[in-house]
Structure formats: structure tokens, C-alpha cells
């Protein structure tokens, strides 16, 4: 049974930091892209930031590149989204997920697996 479980959410104040983990089990962490979502209720999941099975392609949405950095550690089979200088429109659930892919790519339609979700909410 594949599971991707994420942690680390919670409240932060704007300008603080935060970072969440995306721990994966049940599947070969080593052959998927991982990619970190959010969603705002009555909005529709938006792409924050994917990282590819071996780490040499990243990309962030705009609005998060220099503020967020997205890892992964194999042994731990784990990713890590750390968001920096936080902001009001941060506030969001996060939700990480899996696509079987060489590649990374910030498409909700394209993950194969995905989380429950860790809620992040930025205090002004």
C-alpha cells in the first residue's frame, strides 16, 4: 500500500520559516519525482514545487522561487519543502505527491500518489 504522509505544517508568522516532510512508503522512492501542492478551500490545487528522482531538476511556481527550497533524502525516503519568509497568501494545505517519472513537472493531473495534506497557516 503506498502511502506519502505529510508533517510539519502548523501556524508561522509572516516572515518565518517552516519546513514540511513528505515521508514515503509502499513504492520505489528512487524512481519518482516528488511534488509539493497547495490548496486554498474553494480554489482549486495549485503546483508549489517538484524535485526530480535524483534531485538535479527543481522547479518552483513564481510566487514561491527564493522564498521555498524543495530536497529529498533517499536513505530517509523523505522530501522536504522549507519555506522561508513566509507570507499571508502561503496559508494553505500543502499536499506532497508522487509521479513515476524521470522528470518534474508541476502538474496535479500527472502525480500518481498523493498525501492527506498538512495544513499551513500564516499569521499576519
Known amino acids: 500500500q503506498v502511502q506519502l504522509v505529510e508533517s510539519g505544517g502548523g501556524l508561522v508568522e509572516a516572515g518565518g520559516s517552516l519546513t514540511l516532510s513528505c515521508t514515503v512508503s509502499g513504492l520505489s522512492f528512487g524512481d519518482y519525482a516528488i511534488g509539493w501542492f497547495r490548496q486554498i478551500q474553494g480554489k482549486e490545487r495549485s503546483a508549489v514545487s517538484c524535485?526530480?528522482?535524483?534531485?538535479?531538476?527543481?522547479r518552483h511556481t513564481a510566487s514561491v522561487k527564493g522564498r521555498f527550497n524543495i530536497s529529498r533524502d533517499s536513505a530517509k525516503k523523505t522530501s522536504y519543502l522549507q519555506m522561508n519568509n513566509v507570507k499571508s497568501e502561503d496559508t494553505a494545505m500543502y499536499y506532497c505527491?508522487?509521479?513515476?517519472?524521470?522528470?518534474?513537472?508541476?502538474?496535479?493531473?500527472?502525480?500518481?500518489?498523493w498525501g492527506q495534506g498538512t495544513q499551513v497557516t500564516v499569521s499576519a
Open positions: 505527491a508522487a509521479e513515476k517519472s524521470p522528470y518534474c513537472e508541476l502538474q496535479p493531473l500527472r502525480m500518481n500518489f
Open positions: 524535485i526530480n528522482f535524483n534531485s538535479k531538476l527543481i
